[in-house]
């Protein structure tokens, strides 16, 4: 009977958590041992997942898993380097934004260490995960929770942090359209518009086709009418605002890492 993998993890906030739920439901390959921080969603994992349990400290997670997964805010994890000793061997799956291998083995002593950037759609077992090196064991961890994305050094992976966000700005678009709809409209139905239309665009680019809002707007119609609003609001300029400002905040967080 093969064995089950343990993994360990350190930090178990909102993006953990769906990568834990992913796991859970994607088979009994793995067991589960987080930190005893963030009590309220370690502890509702624990009590939903026989395979998942809270651990007495970060140390005790390091010593008894076959794999850790680091999740603390990128700003805590010197503090958390002075609290444990990592094993040297042990693999680290950081989820750290902005903080690179180089940096986090000065601070650990580790000597495995991948960048993991997974999404909160990893619950549903559909997160395109981020990955960097691409290799065991951290490729079938990843696969768990959907399609894995290799990248082949680290400042592509940092180029591509840089659109990440764009799974919030989703959320924040889909929570205007559901004011607008109030009760007159499920939101559901125009979430299912945005979803099918991205499926198309995706199925349409890995085509090499070119793709173009032309083939949505006829001329004269609803939607030629809606883009001309969205030209004169600026929406596209709004956009590239959105992007700049998340790669100035990953700059900024790279500059801390240099000072420190």
Request: aromatic residues 8%; hydrophobic residues 35%; negative net charge.
């Amino acid at each position: 009977m093969k064995k089950r993998v343990t993994i360990g993890v350190i930090g178990t906030g909102h993006l953990a958590g769906a990568v834990i739920e992913g796991m859970m439901a994607a088979g009994d390959e793995f067991s589960v041992i987080m930190s005893p921080r963030s009590r309220e969603r370690s502890t509702d994992l624990d009590a939903r997942y026989p395979r998942c349990r809270r651990g007495r400290s970060n140390q005790e997670v390091l010593e008894v898993c076959d794999v850790a997964i680091l999740a603390v805010p990128p700003g805590n994890y010197r503090e958390l380097a002075k609290e444990v000793n990592w094993p040297r061997s042990l693999p680290m799956l950081s989820f750290l934004v902005g903080v690179d291998t180089a940096s986090l083995r000065e601070a650990f002593k580790c000597q495995r260490i991948f960048r993991v950037l997974p999404f909160p759609s990893a619950s549903l077992g559909e997160s395109p995960t981020m990955l960097f090196p691409d290799e065991e064991p951290a490729r079938t961890i990843c696969k768990t929770i959907g399609e894995v994305i290799p990248v082949k050094s680290e400042e592509e992976f940092e180029k591509y942090t840089g659109v990440t966000p764009l799974a919030g700005f989703t959320y924040y678009l889909m929570e205007s359209i559901q004011r607008w709809c109030g009760e007159d409209i499920p939101v559901e139905y125009p979430a299912k518009i945005i979803r099918s239309t991205l499926s198309l665009f995706l199925e349409q680019v890995e085509q090499g086709k070119k793709v173009s809002t032309d083939q949505f707007a006829t001329p004269g119609g609803l939607t030629e009418h809606a883009f001309r609003v969205l030209d004169r609001a600026g929406f596209a300029d709004i956009t590239g605002k959105y992007l700049d400002a998340v790669k100035e905040r990953l700059d900024s967080i790279g500059t801390e890492r240099d000072d420190k």
